[in-house]
């Protein structure tokens, strides 16, 4: 079946405050496409698999999952010296959640969107944005130099608070002396444990997760995975409103879920493991492009462009004694085929890897939390009307809104489109992910572009009427999140062994934290797994 | 006539909750913060009409003629407050007092109504059911109004008409009554003229509300509007004061027919002069055909790319008879080619190589315009550059924005271009400042005694590379896309002076 087949093409209703527009003559429709991950391809796995192979193929090593983490994994694979590869994607597309939308105006994210720029010492992730453009060179003490097209463009951030626009996303205004001693304190605190070392010479939060330091010294930190960030905060004496809608915006932002849900560690982390900067970016600086991600995943997938093969569903994949079987059914062709491989990467979500794998893989996805999202990218003939402060920045958040607010993937561009494309995000929360996603699952596309457009009507009063065409992504496991104990709980760990040498797991999953620098990692962590041993 | 009185009731009661409405709709989208915006408006209006009530006792006799006289006032004012707070938003010092000023105002003349319709309904109808009767309406008038406003009035009429046709409402309902109980008004000519007047103007803003916003802009500019056109990237305006055409983009003015040519030859002539036969040129911004009369001048020049991103620009300054006699008609000369494009992304398609490029950008108030003077821009502009070509830039005024003018300067050194500063007097714009930018030094030759000018000679030019010390050089942060320093500096500094 092809994957343009199930794009469902609906028309929504210009219509939606107003009862009147509705039944008037002039209410406004645009079409809205659904893309993001395809459930019903996902969940063909519930299904058992129907018919035998037709034949058998041999490969080196067999990748199954082209997201950030497979192709990370393929490209270290074929770098080392590994030339019989191939990578298995379900979708049409390589690129999981960090894939792109494009329409007449222009390109846009579906998903993950930014790369914060990495630590100076992180010379695998430099090396490669060196490969992408993005870092053209280092200076003589050896500070990588950006390409500023690709640094996020000035306005960065703005938060709609109190009725105006303002700089940046931490709220200042109308804070009384308690509640902005509290964001001192909290600054403070996170500005401290950004500099905490372990004795074995680590970073007390560091990216990737796993280069965190495990010493005795920092133990005490660890066990801030134990227990909830909100909990933590509470204990602490945090308690101004504002302060806590900021932190539960940041963790949603990351981590896919408030406060509430992810444990301390995993909530500080956000701000006290990033360090990076350059000779031309500041901490904190953000590399973002048009298509979001998919930029990274472009420069990713191209020295394996011919060992990729995509709307693969792998039904199953076993150990056999010297080898490991995989048995695919290409949805494009009808065919089934059995691959035999020395090596297999599972670059997939655990909840996939276990029904994948039969009864070794049983458990696998136990306690593992996954956020489901929805991404809604509004096309917009031109700039919507604004209400007042700074002008449009690349990242737009509302004040106290149930969504993060919206990028403008228009921002990175240096030409004057004149129309504007707008990617709101939101993850669904203040349920149990479950719950969650069988709303989501629940829910017509329409509703949830008609629930961002409200949302956006309240800064953008003429926005419906503005809108070209939507286009809907829906995650429903967009990220794990990093539920108390999970980090540091041994789980993970466990989790990251391969099976009998052979059957290797690479994903973002395995860190707790779905960030491209995770499942980059984790992509070269196999790839040295495999490599250390090959040719064996 | 009780019919009669009881529907004056619900129409002034419609009428009077829309004056709220609408004052505290232009309160929120100026002001902003639309929760504070009408819970004062509406805390104010309705202690004004409490006022108005008390006030009404002072009323003692010819309550009719009163009642009027106050619907024609309600009219005038609450029509036209609109229109004034958005008038005077940019103008006046304090534009909350004139915000309250004008909402009590309204308020006190509402509040005025009721209680004198009571009373003159008093004799007529019993106590109990006038109380009631008059109450009815007014609350329902008040329930109509809350529900067509955001629902009918403001997406098919919008604000402005909106409050004219409220305003409408009041009068006719004044010139109404007028009608009806003529022998019980006094003087009741001078009022139905009055009436009538009203009635005419508020019709006619009513169809000309479109002219009525370019009008209160007119007020803005000096001068009488002669061209006004929005374009997708800009509002231009054109003037003529006296003899004069001013040229206006978003409000701000890009040149005057007086002194342009001070600063045309400026940005063109000093280019040429460290230029050794320039023949392939690049302009920039400039869509007003005025740097190209200058560059044409020049008798050695072959070919002349002039991008200019609206096509409005051009079209206006190559078409309209009256403006194509302000640039000599250059954009006919078959030298000139136009390309209406973005300049960054025109120039990374490009691939020739010019000896002199002329920038004539608007100035870095906005992050778009502030991307066309980063370090990128330079970069991209770089590579369409030899060795010997030489750039000049127009970099707004070193006297009252010194560091967005040296700003520009450390940008351009960045890039590693020879940069030297120049400055001269434009009367309309002050002291103005421009960068010649190379990547050899920059030698000066003598000027082209052949090309006419008014302003600029060799003396002139090298009089114009002094700066004294309160305008000197200082540090600054580069200007980069990822940060632009120069477009907050720009803001910081031309703040002060009320631009």
Known sequence: MNRRQAIRLVTVSGAGLFLLRCSGTNARTFPVKLNGASAERGHRLREAGTGKPSRIEHEGVIIVGGGVAGLSAAGALKEGGVDDLLVLELEDEVGGNARSGANAHGRFPLGAHYLPVPETSDDRLIAFLGSCGSIIGRTQEGLPVYNEEHLCGDPHERLFHRGQWRSGIRPRSGLSAADEAQFDRFERMVEDLRQVKGEDGRWAFAIPVDASSTSEDTEALRRLDDISFSDWLAQLGFSAPALLWYLDYSCMDDLGAPAQQVSAWAGLHYFAARRGYGANAEQGSVLTWPEGNDFLVNALKRPVKDHTRTAALVRSVRSSGETVEVDVEHMDTGEMVRYTARHVVLSVPQFIASRILGPVGERRAAGLEYAPWVVVNLTLERPPEERGGEPMAWDNVLFGSKSLGYVNASHQRLDHPRSVILTHYRALTGRTPRLARELVAGVEIAQWVDDAVAELEQVHPDIRDRILEAEVAIWGHGMIVPIPGFIHGGVRRELQRPIGGRIHFAHSDLSGMSLFEEAFHHGSRVAQEILSGWPA | ?499
Not at chain 2, 30 to 55: C, K, N, P, R, W
């Open chain 2, 1 to 499: 006539m009780r019919a009669l009185l009881f529907t004056t009731v619900f129409i002034i009661a419609t009428c009077g909750l829309v004056y709220e409405l609408i004052a505290g709709t232009v309160a929120s989208y100026l002001l902003g913060d639309s929760v504070t915006q009408f819970s004062l408006v509406i805390g104010v209006y309705l202690f004004a009409m409490g006022m108005g009530s008390l006030a009404s006792k002072y009323i003692e006799r010819d309550l009719l003629t009163w009642f009027i006289r106050i619907e024609l006032l309600v009219g005038l004012v609450g029509g036209i407050s609109s229109t004034l707070l958005y008038l005077l938003f940019g103008t006046v010092a304090s534009f909350h007092v004139v915000l309250y000023l004008l909402v009590f105002l309204t308020g006190a003349l509402v509040g005025l109504e009721i209680p004198l319709l009571m009373r003159i309904l008093k004799d007529q109808v019993e106590f109990r059911s006038l109380v009631a009767n008059i109450f009815t309406f007014d609350y329902v008038g008040a329930l109509l109004a809350s529900v067509i406003f955001p629902l009918v009035l403001m997406p098919y009429l919008g604000i402005l008409r909106t409050s004219y046709l409220i305003g409408l409402l009041n009068i006719a309902v004044g010139l109404i009554l007028l009608q009806r109980f003529r022998s019980e008004v006094k003087r009741p000519w001078a009022l139905q003229t009055l009436a009538v007047i009203l009635l005419l103007a508020f019709v006619l803003a009513f169809a000309l509300a479109e002219r009525v916003q370019t009008f209160t802009e007119g007020l803005a500019y000096n001068g009488r509007i002669i061209h006004a056109e929005t374009t997708p990237y800009q509002r231009i305006v054109v003037t003529r004061e006296h003899d004069g055409l001013h040229l206006y983009l978003n409000g701000n003015l890009q040149f005057s027919t007086y002194d342009e040519y001070r600063y045309h030859e400026a940005l063109v002539h000093p280019a040429f002069m460290h230029a050794s036969n320039a023949k392939r040129i690049l302009v920039l911004g400039g869509g007003d055909g005025l740097a190209l009369r200058e560059v044409l001048k020049h008798t050695g020049v072959k070919q002349v790319d002039l991008v200019d991103l609206d096509p409005a620009m051009t079209r206006l300054f190559s078409e309209n008879v009256k403006f194509c006699a302000l640039n000599e008609d250059a954009f006919h000369d078959p030298r000139v080619h136009v390309h209406n494009a973005d300049a960054f992304t025109w120039l990374r398609s490009d691939t020739s190589t010019y000896d002199v490029v002329i920038i004539d950008f608007p100035d870095p108030n906005s992050y778009s315009l502030g991307k066309l003077y980063t370090t990128s821009f330079y970069r991209t502009l770089n590579s369409r550059l030899h060795e010997k070509s030489v750039v000049v830039v127009q970099s707004t005024s070193p006297y009252v924005a010194t560091a967005s003018y040296w700003c520009i300067h450390n940008t351009l050194r960045d890039v590693g271009f020879q940069v030297s500063p120049f400055h001269v007097y434009v009367p309309s714009f002050g002291d103005w400042g421009f960068f010649l930018a190379s990547r050899s030094s920059l030698v000066t030759h003598p000027i082209d005694a052949k090309v006419p000018r008014r302003f600029i000679d060799d003396r002139t030019f090298a009089e114009a590379t002094h700066f004294p010390p309160d305008i000197a050089w200082r540090g600054t942060e580069v200007n980069r896309l990822n940060d632009q320093a120069l477009v907050r500096l720009f803001e910081e500094e031309w703040s002060k002076v009320g631009q």
